[in-house]
Each structure stands twice: as structure tokens, then as C-alpha cells.
């Protein structure tokens, strides 16, 4: 148990809406990243961290942002949620001292209408 | 860029059958290598990895060689159960902090 905590862990919205998904971590990890699962696509990073305010893109950022401001969280949000980004949405941290070993939060099952 | 391809299934077996996933990657350096297992409804769990060349990760009866000529990691269990029925994740590192990459997912069933 990696200590990660996602919230909500359903959610259901409108098309046009924004969205915030929230990740916790009570390790102090300072690597955290955020990928979405679909069908037929494994797992896509969306965007990682690598500190507090310091993130960077990932191969799926398009419609996403995110935010930093304390090592234990990071925040994901859809600025005007769409229905291609209807996914299963995953948190993961990286041990540092394991190496480059990545463990992932339960995940959030987003369905925008 | 980097990329995993893996048989995505889905694969029927039936208890106590020997179990082999392909995995076969491509990569620009040195990758660190790993199986993620996910069970229904749930998030992906560590099953093995392997960091070099050779190495051999092995965890709850799977097992996987890191295979640099071939660019493989082929997850193997000689007598699957019914509870190892899920989707197996194949991914690599290659870049240090940034992300994994992943392969599509096999999902497995074991039939009693």
C-alpha cells in the first residue's frame, strides 16, 4: 500500500463542465503522475510531477491541467469536460528508492454526458 | 519513441494450464521493465519487475526474463489458478522520472 487516495472515485458530469480530480499521497513522494485508462489503449500519461509546483506534459495533456501546490497533492482538472474524456483516470506515484518503480491510486471513473 | 506491444486477448486457460503472455518492447536506452496486474474494478498492482539485462523478476509463481537481444519480458506461470484471472499490464521506464509507457493490456480468464 503506497498510500494513495483519489477522490471522488465516480463521477458523473456534463459536457462543458469543469472537472477536478484530486490524488493524496502520505509518503512524501516527490514524483506524481497522472495517466487514463481506455479500451484498447492500456494506460496514457496525461501529466506528471516532479515537485511541488513543477510538472510538465505527457503524451495525452490536450484538455487537461494541473496543479501542485503541496507535495501530498496533486490536482487534475478538465477545463470544459468532454465526452472522449469519459476514461478511468489513475494516480501513481514513483518510489524514488526502488528503482523508477511506480504505484497507482484506485482510480476515478469519470462518465461526462 | 518508445512502445510496448503485448497479445491483448482475451486469453482462456483453463486451471492448472502453463500461462505465457508475449511481451516484446522498443526503446531508445536502457528501460527498466514490469508486469502490473489489474483485478476487476480495482487499480493496477506491481507484479514483478526487472532492471537489467537478464534479470529475472519472479512474484506469486509468475516469473519474466528481461531479454535485451530479443527486446521481450514474456510473463510466465506454470499452473494458473482461477483467481489469476485479470488484466496484465506490460510497461517500461526509459526516461527516468518521466512516465510509463504501456502496453494495451491481456486480459486473462481462467475457467475452472
Redesign the interface.
Given at each position: 500500500d503506497a498510500g494513495i487516495t483519489q477522490s471522488p472515485r465516480h463521477k458523473v458530469t456534463e459536457t462543458g463542465t469543469p472537472v477536478t480530480l484530486r490524488c493524496h499521497q502520505t509518503e512524501n513522494h516527490r514524483y506524481m503522475y497522472w495517466y487514463r485508462q481506455d479500451p484498447g489503449h492500456g494506460l496514457r500519461l496525461i501529466h506528471y510531477s516532479y515537485g511541488v509546483k513543477d510538472t510538465d506534459k505527457g503524451e495525452v495533456s490536450d484538455g487537461y491541467s494541473v496543479s501542485r501546490s503541496k507535495t501530498e497533492d496533486f490536482l487534475l482538472t478538465l477545463e470544459s469536460a468532454t465526452s472522449s474524456q469519459t476514461s478511468v483516470y489513475f494516480c501513481a506515484i514513483r518510489d524514488g528508492g526502488s528503482q523508477e518503480t511506480q504505484y497507482f491510486g484506485p482510480g476515478t471513473r469519470l462518465l461526462v454526458l | 519513441g518508445d512502445s510496448?506491444t503485448q497479445m491483448?486477448g482475451p486469453v482462456t486457460l483453463s486451471e492448472e494450464a502453463f500461462l505465457t503472455i508475449n511481451c516484446t518492447y522498443t526503446a531508445t536506452g536502457y528501460p527498466?521493465l514490469?508486469w502490473?496486474v489489474q483485478y476487476p474494478g480495482?487499480?493496477?498492482?506491481?507484479l514483478l519487475?526487472a532492471?537489467k539485462a537478464d534479470d529475472k523478476g519472479s512474484n506469486k509463481g509468475f516469473e519474466a526474463t528481461y531479454r535485451k537481444e530479443t527486446t521481450s519480458f514474456h510473463l510466465e506461470k506454470g499452473s494458473v489458478q482461477v483467481s489469476d484471472s485479470a488484466v496484465y499490464?506490460c510497461?517500461l521506464?526509459d526516461r527516468?522520472?518521466?512516465?510509463?509507457t504501456?502496453?494495451?493490456?491481456t486480459h486473462l480468464i481462467i475457467q475452472p
Open positions: - | 510496448v491483448e527498466s514490469f502490473y480495482e487499480g493496477l498492482q506491481l519487475k532492471t499490464f510497461a521506464s527516468g522520472a518521466d512516465g510509463l504501456f502496453g494495451k493490456g
